[in-house]
């Protein structure tokens, strides 16, 4: 029999990816949506035809008991949340209600209508904040924004569940990982589009904060197969999941710049608003656990990335792009 799999946030950048890999799998996917004024699937729309859509909510406790109800999920995956760090400065009730106790109510649910079903939790490198590098499953956590304490909540919850009623619970602990599909306010896709409206005469310059960040940045379709084996293994547990290599902003404007054959320093422009109350100075993660463990490690290298990137954003906006 087929096997069954709940995702919350099916329709953000990591539930798309993660949707066509159980899809292909074989698995009957529900994906959890919230209503929206302007339904909001664009991101699934090419396997439309091969995801069950719950109506729900991380913050109505009723509509995930529902959804838990109907998929019967062998396997489930929480990754909706307010998942933009400087929107949590604005928004920390939302953020903590919807990304940290939104956790606890999709655990509560799972508990009471499908207990021995698999629960993986969107867990993040955000919560490391300022702690050395590289981070690893024992480097002790120092969040440095709302969402990151809300994610160090959530991260606790799926822990006493598994301990409080032995449930099969894990937290993938995963480092930022971008692609053509990631949100446009989140820094690398703001760089990549940025480079596409310039280059085909739309924009004059690219606002942006913090350049001297470091990230370690992979790429989305390698880590939601992370995501999956985690849940595949003998006994419940927690991985930190990276590429191993952390890079700074400017690095990411540069290289993305030259991809389209252009000098960054003649359109970047710092400019405060983009600067955060206190940002996460360096993050870069130690996959140790997963290589041994998992078997895993991510196939795509940060020049690749950002090719990726720059490419899909130059094609969206120029048909007869001479980029190649
Ligand atoms: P994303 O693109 O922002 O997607 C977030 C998803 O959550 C969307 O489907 C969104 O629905 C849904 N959502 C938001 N509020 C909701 C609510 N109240 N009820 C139900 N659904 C709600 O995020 P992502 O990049 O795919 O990340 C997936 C998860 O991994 C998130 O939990 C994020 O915090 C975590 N994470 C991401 C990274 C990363 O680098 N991408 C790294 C570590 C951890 P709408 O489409 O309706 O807005
Ligand atoms: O792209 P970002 O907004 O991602 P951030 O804050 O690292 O969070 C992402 O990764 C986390 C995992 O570590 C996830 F949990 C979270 O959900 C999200 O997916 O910012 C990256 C860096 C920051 O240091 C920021 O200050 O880029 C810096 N930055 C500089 N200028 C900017 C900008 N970020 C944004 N969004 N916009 C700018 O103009």
Request: glycine fraction near 8%; hydrophobic fraction near 35%.
């Amino acid at each position: 029999m087929a096997k069954s799999a709940l995702i919350t946030g099916i329709t953000g950048q990591d539930g798309s990816y993660l949707a066509e890999l159980l899809v292909d799998k074989g698995y009957d996917v529900y994906g959890l949506v919230r209503r929206l004024s302007t339904p909001n699937t664009t991101r699934i729309e090419n396997i439309a035809d091969k995801v069950i859509l719950l109506e729900g909510d991380l913050t109505d406790q009723s509509s995930l008991n529902v959804a838990v109800q109907t998929a019967q999920p062998d396997e489930v995956y929480n990754l909706a949340a307010q998942s933009f760090v400087a929107t949590s400065w604005n928004q920390p009730v939302l953020t903590g209600d919807v990304t940290g106790l939104g956790t606890t109510r999709i655990l509560e649910a799972i508990r009471q209508f499908s207990p021995s079903a698999k629960m993986y939790q969107a867990s993040s490198s955000e919560m490391f904040g300022k702690a050395d590098v590289p981070q690893s499953e024992s480097t002790p956590f120092h969040p440095r924004s709302p969402y990151a304490v809300a994610k160090v909540y959530a991260y606790y919850a799926t822990v006493n569940y598994r301990e409080s009623y032995g449930m099969f619970c894990c937290n993938g602990i995963l480092f930022n990982h971008e692609s053509p599909r990631r949100g446009i306010e989140f820094v690398t896709r703001k760089i990549t589009d940025g480079v596409a409206r310039i280059y085909h005469g739309l924009s004059k310059e690219l606002r942006l904060g913090n350049l001297d960040a470091k990230r370690d940045w992979g790429f989305a379709g390698d880590y939601v197969k992370a995501m999956h084996l985690i849940l595949q293994q003998k006994d419940p547990d927690d991985f930190v999941i990276a590429t191993g290599e952390s890079h700074s902003v400017k690095e990411f404007v540069e290289l993305s710049f030259a991809e389209a054959g252009l000098d960054w320093k003649k359109y970047v422009t710092q400019d405060e608003r983009f600067m955060r109350p206190a940002d996460v100075p360096d993050l870069r993660g130690d996959i140790t656990k997963a290589k041994r463990k998992l078997g895993w490690e991510p196939d795509t290298k940060f020049n690749e990335l950002i090719r990726m990137m720059v490419k899909a954003d130059l094609e969206k906006y120029g048909k007869n792009s001479v980029f190649k």
